[in-house]
């Protein structure tokens, strides 16, 4: 991790990646965000914060807004996981599609980043995935819930992505229509679900 580590701030920079033992903490930059921390206990990680994804505008003519932050997660002794986070400050379906939508639009560009690394080929990743975050929803977006889950999940339409996260926590997405190389963005990938009563949240990684 430490070659990742020294790599990558040699290449880039002015763009600092964070070096982690034991404990990430991901920070929402916005100054108005509502929920602000993310945190996840890990053995050993780097992080790219979304400040420094954001100075690399190579991919604006596909997103122009990146993910809150990338974290590489080692899991054994050269096996990781790639996982990107997305915080949002409340919980409407359309802002957690758009949370999705984030993490889809950032995982190509930060495997181009990672694989600019020399030592990055000697890793293996165990799987990439994606974890969105928001304040749980009012007691209003609750009842709402409730009806929706009520329905056939064919009759959600455009609340498919968020009505889905949160009842089962978790949507596989399959991205194969993006005709991608799948190394940069894999064909199916996973994204989970939290909702947070408070700022800050400190959750366990998927196994």
């Not at 122009?64 to 899991?75: H, I, P, Q, Y």
Request: proline fraction near 4%; charge should be negative; charged fraction near 25%.
């Amino acid at each position: 991790m430490e070659e990742i580590f020294d790599s990558w701030n040699s290449l880039y920079t002015g763009h600092p990646a964070l070096l982690h033992k034991d404990e990430v903490e991901i920070i929402e930059q916005d100054n108005q965000a509502l929920f602000t921390n993310l945190s996840f206990k890990v053995e050993e990680a780097l992080s790219i914060p979304s400040r420094e994804l954001d100075a690399f505008d190579f991919w604006s003519a596909i997103s122009k807004k990146n993910c809150d932050g990338a974290v590489l997660v080692k899991r054994d002794f050269d096996l990781f996981d790639l996982v990107l986070v997305e915080m949002k400050s409340s919980f409407e379906t359309e802002t957690i599609y758009e949370a999705k939508e984030q993490i889809i639009h950032s995982l190509p560009k930060i495997n181009i980043l990672l694989n600019t690394i020399d030592c990055y080929s000697k890793i293996k990743i165990r799987k990439s995935y994606g974890i969105v975050v928001s304040l749980s929803p009012t007691d209003e977006r609750l009842d709402w819930i409730k009806g929706q889950s009520m329905l056939p999940r064919s009759q959600w339409g455009n609340n498919t992505c968020g009505l889905t996260l949160f009842l089962d926590r978790y949507m596989n997405v399959n991205s194969s229509n993006w005709k991608m190389n799948p190394t940069l963005l894999p064909n199916n990938f996973d994204i989970y679900y939290y909702d947070s009563t408070g700022a800050k949240m400190t959750i366990e990684l998927p196994v």
